[in-house]
């Protein structure tokens, strides 16, 4: 075991001092312009380093149907592991980055609030956090590095702590004055070609800052250079726990709410030292707009905002300014990013004093997840193990629990014939007979309200933790479980209250408990036909019949020797487990046989496997005859012989090494098959 000395030399050996001294860089205003001159990416606006942020992490092209879209590695959150990975939306983090590229471009989007518009739990935050970690993370790195400015103390100029920085974290650049500007870009940016990456020198100094440097022009007689000396420049971090450049701002009740939580507030006690409550340094520049300059300010429900924190809202977006109490207009670079859900844009759209607010706004729809694979993976983030909270999650558990919440969110799809349930298995990627890409894309637009309704995954999500802790008897949960667990949760849901809903909601359980009957009847059906030599005897005995049909000959008998006619009974019972009728049996059987011999051409040997309807058909027809011989039905009476329950137990290993179950999972899950074969067979009774 491994001591305290151990313990603080293994920390000692990994920490990175250099990087360290990078990231508190401390230097004159020279040595900046420096650092411009050499890397002029380190004045670019709030927005340019978003988006660049987000290029940092690289770009996927990614073929949808004939189209090709980019898909941002960024959203898969690499860095934290996945945890807050966005799934299924690539459509609307492409809108959003289009609109951040807009922005970094300066085409006229950075003077507006981007809106995500969505229902609750449709991953509107968790993008918003996405975004403010990102930016943490990217100006940590040399590539994301941007300066601030600060001033030494009249006293004690060479001390290092007494340096009175700015408290907007504003680009130093700002101390060129307005008539010198042009010839400072044309020398920094020294005939560069690349346009992104020129320096523009834009936005003035915060009343702070613009104070002291008044201040110390009088006090050197006008001399700008002299002032200069005065100046310190450093590197800054982004941080929203220390409030550097990353803002969040969440209404409150009306009473509680105060415009200087944006904008800051006076300093009272401050007032005695400088005189007067005009005087900047009696004031605390700490507002969410004040401490998100050069970086991201998040409003959470921002359409719950009082009417009077619009003005300031609007001014931010419009013209990158805000209003502090007793003080001029203050230039600020910052991304606004704002989220609501439905209600509360309703009522935006409704309400005549909001007419600017919505001229202001980039509204980003993020929907509801409507592709199962990715709501799978939604789920997947908490509960991909097949173990959790020490039970086992039966196969089947969550992809049903996604199943029934992508269910909820699609519309009854207008094409006569099709099903809801077919109609997610399109979104899917299954093909079906009559429908082309075209055919999938009609049904997406036909739709007006699919993803921005139905059940939100934080529901999916809690009933799931319900079913892990509500069953102390059980070592494994099982669909079912967690399917009891929605239809309860239906009763309380505090967002449906229509029982027409609810109903609907109910009717869609029932569909997808269907749809795992037939997905467990054909894991237990390929299980007890998952006999390798029995399927390729099988197989044999089928090719030899067929080759003998096709070609209008006998078949030797294995065991009498003697010549027969080909077995049509065996034919047909292993073609009509794949719906070949007998009008076409011929055109079948011809079609393996070319099959067959195109493989030896190409110097191939035929396996059935690699024909997907013929093994399926082998597979059922197997089945078959090994289902009575098993004695599958007799798990319900509890009254199973040794012979009996050594075959079964043989399936019951192959449900756990194939398909993932556990010991209790595998036993459930044959009993409830066996359940379904019994009422099959007391019906025929």
């Not at 894991?523 to 089928?542: F, P």
């Amino acid at each position: 075991m491994a001591n305290g000395s151990e313990i603080i030399r293994l920390v000692s050996d990994r920490q990175d001092r250099d990087q360290f001294r990078r990231k508190n860089w401390v230097g004159s205003f020279e040595e900046y312009l420096d650092i411009v001159h050499a890397h002029p990416e380190v004045t670019r606006t709030a927005y340019q380093r978003l988006y660049d942020m987000i290029l940092s992490y690289g770009v996927e092209k990614v073929r949808i149907g004939r189209e090709t879209v980019n898909q941002y590695r960024f959203f898969d959150d690499p860095d934290g592991g996945g945890k807050d990975a966005v799934f299924g939306l690539r459509d609307t983090l492409n809108q959003l980055v289009n609109a951040l590229k807009s922005a970094a471009k300066g085409y006229g989007i950075e003077r507006r609030v981007l809106l995500l518009h969505g229902p609750v739990g449709s991953s509107k935050s968790t993008i918003a956090r996405l975004l403010k970690k990102g930016l943490e993370r990217y100006s940590t790195t040399d590539e994301g590095a941007l300066y601030t400015l600060g001033w030494a103390d009249e006293n004690e100029p060479d001390n290092p702590d007494l340096v009175h920085w700015c408290p907007m974290n504003e680009e130093p650049l700002h101390l060129i004055p307005q008539r010198f500007r042009a010839d400072v870009e044309s020398q920094l940016n020294d005939d560069r070609t690349d346009d992104d990456h020129r320096v523009r020198i834009e936005g003035e100094l915060d009343p702070f800052c613009r104070f002291i440097y008044q201040q110390r022009l009088r006090k050197y007689d006008g001399d700008w250079t002299l002032v200069m000396k005065d100046v310190r420049v450093k590197r800054v971090i982004l941080s929203e726990k220390d409030r550097v450049g990353i803002g969040t701002f969440q209404p409150k009740d009306e009473k509680n709410q105060d415009a200087t939580e944006l904008t800051g507030d006076i300093n009272y006690r401050k007032i005695a030292e400088y005189g007067s409550d005009s005087d900047p340094r009696a004031f605390n520049f700490d507002g969410e707009f004040n401490v998100a300059n050069r970086g991201l300010i998040e409003f959470v429900e921002v359409l719950k905002l009082d009417v009077a924190f619009l003005y300031d809202l609007l001014g931010a977006s419009q013209e990158h300014r805000i209003k502090p109490k007793k003080f001029a207009q203050t230039d600020i670079d910052e991304v606004i990013l704002g989220h609501t859900n439905e209600p509360e844009y309703r009522r935006l759209q409704s309400n005549e004093f909001m007419e600017a607010l919505r001229d202001r706004t980039v509204k980003i729809d993020v929907p509801y997840v409507t592709t199962l694979a990715d709501e799978i993976k939604i789920y997947d983030k908490d509960y991909n193990n097949q173990t959790v909270r020490g039970k086992h999650i039966a196969p089947h558990t969550v992809e049903m629990a996604a199943m029934w919440a992508v269910l909820t969110r699609l519309e009854e799809p207008k094409h006569a014939g099709l099903s809801r349930l077919q109609k997610m298995k399109l979104y899917n990627g299954k093909t079906l007979p009559g429908f082309t890409e075209e055919n999938i894309n009609e049904l997406r637009e036909q739709a007006t309200t699919e993803g921005m309704v139905g059940i939100s995954p934080r529901y999916v999500q809690d009933k799931l933790s319900n079913a892990l802790v509500t069953h102390p008897d059980s070592r494994s949960v099982n669909p079912f479980m967690v399917l009891n667990e929605l239809e309860s949760g239906l009763k309380h849901h505090s967002l449906i209250n229509d029982d027409e809903q609810k109903q609907e909601y109910r009717d869609l359980l029932g569909v997808v408990k269907e749809e795992y009957e037939n997905i467990v009847k054909n894991e237990v059906q390929r299980a007890i036909a998952a006999d390798e030599e029995a399927l390729m005897r099988l197989c044999g005995n089928y090719i030899d019949n067929v080759k003998a049909y096709t070609q209008r000959e006998k078949v030797k008998n294995a065991f009498t020797g003697s010549y027969e006619e080909p077995d049509e009974r065996l034919m047909r019972s292993v073609e009509e487990k794949i719906d070949i009728p007998d009008s076409r049996k011929d055109d079948f059987r011809r079609e393996i046989m070319n099959y067959i011999g195109a493989l030896m051409i190409d110097g191939k040997r035929f396996d059935y496997k690699s024909n997907e309807r013929l093994h399926k058909a082998l597979e059922l027809k197997l089945f078959e005859d090994q289902k009575d011989s098993i004695k599958l039905t007799s798990l319900v009476s509890n009254v199973v012989d040794a012979e009996t329950q050594q075959k079964i137990d043989v399936v019951k290993g192959r449900l756990i090494k194939n398909y993932g179950y556990d010991d209790e999972s595998a036993t459930d899950v044959l009993q409830y098959v066996a359940s379904i074969f019994a009422r099959g067979d007391a019906k025929r009774e």
